[in-house]
């Protein structure tokens, strides 16, 4: 089937989904961060994968 071209919007790759395994399993590997320091990063500062990325360094940091 064909994308329907009028359902348009942000990517799905610019959040960051707490409910899917591999994604989080993904972030936190990423950011050298546990499992569980990801979901909290989510659950603090929402999904856009952007302001998880800046909150993760500043976690790293300290």
């Known amino acids: 089937m064909t994308d329907n071209k009028q359902h348009v919007g942000e990517p799905?790759?610019?959040r960051v989904s707490s409910?899917?395994?591999h994604e989080l399993r993904h972030f936190a590997k990423k950011h050298h961060i546990s499992l569980l320091e990801a979901?909290?990063?989510i659950a603090k500062h929402g999904n856009n994968r952007k302001a998880l990325a800046a909150a993760a360094e500043r976690l790293r940091c300290h």
């Open 19 to 21: 409910s899917e395994d």
């Open 12 to 14: 799905d790759r610019s």
């Open 39 to 41: 979901r909290d990063l």
